[in-house]
């Protein structure tokens, strides 16, 4: 009897396992029927572990327990190496250098194929060509350089790498070189150069200064000499004109006297004061005599 009652149990435990088991593979399938791309990201869509096609940010569905989404980042992302190299002259050197990527957003589902995803991209092919690049193009330069014009050693590395990448679905830009680490007592001699420069271009620089405030006099007292000069020469033109123009008057004037008699009479009228001349001379050899003493004795 109780036998019985334990078969029975059993099998309306199992009657409800098999009802409930079809609603819960329903409700999996529901929640593994969509999926979501956010945004920087691209959605690569796997069937039965084969890479189909990708799907860009937003809601998206799938087919339940055969379709598999994998996300592949298309933001810009940054890769740092550390390396020890050398430099023109076999100085041993130690550099940290970083280089910004991006993958092409509509090549993502090929880089998938090709490569697995973005770290195996890294491991297999950025990241030793990066460090390839580094070093071919350190010991290029000596250490001065390195310091001084860290600009060309980016743009070497930047010129080979892009060659290394070309044909790749990425985009390389942004290459630095973060740090370098040079002996120290290099470093030490490179401050001392350097002290010596500054003090040497200090004193060119005063030189110059006092080269330009010699010229600045000289031109300055130039520029007075010659205004002076301007003045002189100036009121030597005046006189002169001044002179010219009374020289005309006069010979203009001795031209009106000589061809007009009238004109001599009637200036002798107006200096003339009203007096008599005390002795006349007339034409004859006969003297005029002045009669008036003799009239006022009468």
């Known amino acids: 009897m ?45 069937r039965f572990g084969e890479a189909k096609d990708q799907q860009n940010p937003g809601l998206h569905f799938k087919i339940p327990f055969i379709e598999t989404v994998e996300m ?110 040079l002996p120290q007592k290099y470093i030490n001699s490179i401050e001392i150069k350097q002290t010596e420069k500054n003090l040497a271009a200090a004193e060119e620089h005063k030189l110059e200064r006092q080269r330009l405030e010699a010229l600045r006099a000289v031109n300055t007292a130039d520029a007075r000499a010659k205004g002076i000069l301007k003045v002189a020469e100036a009121e030597a033109q005046s006189i002169l004109l001044k002179g010219k123009a009374e020289a005309q008057a006069i010979e203009a004037k001795a031209k009106a006297l000589k061809n007009n008699p009238l004109i001599v009479k009637l200036t002798e009228a107006q200096a003339w004061d009203g007096r008599l001349p005390m002795t006349m001379m007339g034409e004859s050899v006969m003297p005029i005599m002045d009669i008036r003493n003799a009239n006022e004795s009468n």
Do not use: C
């Not at 435990?13 to 098999?18: E, M, Q």
């Not at 690049?133 to 590395?157: C, H, N, V, W, Y």
């Open 2 to 46: 109780l036998q019985q009652k334990s078969k029975l149990a059993h099998f309306f435990k199992s009657a409800s396992v098999i009802k409930i088991l079809p609603i819960a593979l329903l409700i999996i399938a529901i929640f593994n029927s969509y999926f979501i791309v956010n945004e920087g990201h691209v959605g690569v869509v796997k």
């Open 72 to 181: 592949i980042e298309v933001r810009t992302r940054k890769n740092a190496e550390k390396m020890a190299s050398s430099t023109k002259e076999q100085m041993p050197v130690t550099v940290e250098v970083s280089v910004n990527w991006t993958v092409n957003k509509e090549a993502a589902l090929d880089l998938f194929k090709r490569y697995g995803g973005l770290t195996q991209f890294e491991q297999r092919i950025l990241d030793p060509r990066f460090r390839s690049a580094t070093k071919d193009t350190i010991p290029q330069f000596e250490a001065e350089q390195l310091i001084q014009d860290r600009a060309s050693a980016i743009q070497g590395i930047e010129h080979r790498l892009a060659e290394e990448m070309e044909g790749f679905p990425v985009i390389v830009d942004n290459i630095q070189i973060e740090n370098i680490i």
